[in-house]
């Protein structure tokens, strides 16, 4: 049987046995990590950095990349236009846009009157055709304006035509805005239907 003093000494022995096993295995520990350290070569930073979004490769293409689409422009419109005219005002609205800036004979039409078409577009302001006020023009058109100005009238018979037909008659009415007259206001302008025939043929139908 051990005494007191024997058994103080064999736990103090056991405890140094333990404390010289951990620090051997420590010591082995941090070699291994100072073997591992000396391998990989060392990086300046780390921390992991964010993906950055390549764009489409064009070197080998040697081209510029394409603009970004230009966002369509919303008409401006006073007073209250019927649901299916303000439909088709929208529709050809777009169309137009398109043609004035995809047609360099279309934006032409309007340089040569010292005008930009597609500013005319986004001043324009399109109202629905009073029934006393504008019931000539609505019987035999459908929309009107004054030259020079940007108020647009759109009569009922505009929500019955097609979008082409109808970015027809809205570049038609930009071109009054820009300074063009026409007959019989004008003597020296040309008609209704010529109007529209030259737009026709500059812009496309």
Same mark, same amino acid.
Request: net charge neutral; glycine share 8%.
């Given at each position: 049987?051990?005494t007191t003093?024997?058994?103080?000494?064999?736990?103090?022995?056991?405890? *140094?046995?333990?404390?010289?096993?951990?620090?051997?295995? /420590?010591?082995? #520990? +941090?070699?291994? %990590?100072?073997?591992?350290? =000396? $391998?990989?070569?060392?990086?300046?930073?780390?921390?992991?950095?964010?993906?950055?979004?390549?764009?489409?490769?064009?070197?080998?293409?040697?081209?510029?990349?394409?603009?970004?689409a230009v966002?369509?422009?919303?008409?401006?419109?006073?007073?209250?236009?019927?649901?299916?005219?303000?439909?088709?005002?929208?529709?050809?609205?777009?169309?137009?846009?398109?043609?004035?800036?995809?047609?360099?004979?279309? *934006?032409?039409?309007?340089?040569?009157?010292?005008?930009? /078409?597609?500013? #005319? +577009?986004?001043? %324009?302001?399109?109202?629905? =055709? $009073?029934?006393?006020?504008?019931?000539?023009?609505?019987?035999?058109?459908?929309?009107?304006?004054?030259?020079?100005?940007?108020?647009?009238?759109?009569?009922?018979?505009?929500?019955?035509?097609?979008?082409?037909?109808?970015?027809?008659?809205?570049?038609?009415?930009?071109?009054?805005?820009?300074?063009?007259?026409?007959?019989?206001?004008?003597?020296?302008?040309?008609?209704?239907?010529?109007?529209?025939?030259?737009?026709?043929?500059?812009?496309?139908?």
């Amino acid at each position: 049987m051990l005494t007191t003093q024997q058994t103080t000494h064999a736990r103090d022995d056991r405890g *140094a046995g333990w404390r010289v096993c951990a620090l051997v295995v /420590a010591g082995s #520990l +941090l070699a291994d %990590a100072a073997a591992t350290q =000396a $391998a990989t070569p060392e990086r300046p930073n780390s921390r992991p950095q964010p993906a950055i979004a390549a764009g489409p490769d064009l070197r080998d293409r040697g081209a510029d990349p394409e603009p970004a689409a230009v966002r369509p422009v919303e008409p401006l419109v006073s007073g209250n236009l019927r649901d299916p005219v303000w439909r088709k005002l929208r529709m050809a609205f777009a169309t137009a846009q398109k043609r004035v800036r995809g047609e360099p004979a279309c *934006a032409a039409m309007f340089t040569d009157l010292g005008a930009d /078409a597609f500013q #005319l +577009l986004t001043k %324009a302001r399109f109202a629905p =055709a $009073a029934t006393e006020t504008n019931r000539e023009v609505c019987e035999r058109a459908t929309a009107g304006t004054a030259l020079g100005s940007h108020q647009i009238v759109l009569c009922p018979a505009f929500a019955t035509v097609s979008v082409n037909d109808a970015a027809t008659v809205l570049i038609h009415e930009m071109l009054h805005h820009a300074g063009m007259g026409e007959k019989p206001v004008d003597p020296g302008g040309l008609t209704p239907e010529e109007i529209n025939r030259l737009v026709q043929a500059r812009c496309g139908r």
